[in-house]
């Protein structure tokens, strides 16, 4: 999903009907992102976006553990690109909110983070995942 201005002010999202990459991220980690006080995600594993291809950010409140896990209750929270991945250090820590640290992590930093907002819930899944983005989504004021 390349991000462009719509005419109907959703936040840089392709055509109504398309779908976009999503990434879940349990709470409060979402609206951290959202918020800018949170740079970096955290995962095992290295994503396959480019750094110039938007993820929309859905945040909910239960861990997809095993492949497969899904949850109805998320709620998109922002638009954001993944501009590199690396080893998550120990300095990283602040920036990722991490409560711990362990080697063989990955840091993904977090660029051109645009916070929206959306009434409808929508689907939380486990890794990067295409979703329809929800009708009412927008930027958030």
């Not at 462009?4 to 398309?18: C, I, N, V």
């Not at 995600?41 to 553990?65: G, S, T």
């Amino acid at each position: 999903m390349a991000a462009r201005s719509s005419p109907d002010g959703r936040a840089g999202l392709q055509e109504k009907g398309d779908l976009v990459k999503a990434l879940s991220i349990v709470a409060p980690g979402g609206s951290w992102i959202a918020s800018g006080l949170k740079t970096l995600e955290v995962r095992r594993w290295k994503p396959e976006l480019h750094p110039d291809e938007d993820v929309l950010i859905v945040e909910n409140k239960v861990f997809l553990r095993q492949d497969g896990d899904e949850d109805d209750a998320g709620r998109v929270v922002a638009l954001a690109r993944v501009a590199v991945v690396r080893p998550f250090m120990p300095e990283d820590m602040a920036a990722a909110c991490a409560s711990s640290f362990e080697d063989g992590w990955l840091s993904w930093e977090l660029t051109h983070v645009r916070p929206v907002t959306s009434a409808i819930a929508v689907k939380a899944a486990r890794g990067i995942y295409e979703l329809a983005p929800p009708t009412d989504i927008r930027p958030r004021s």
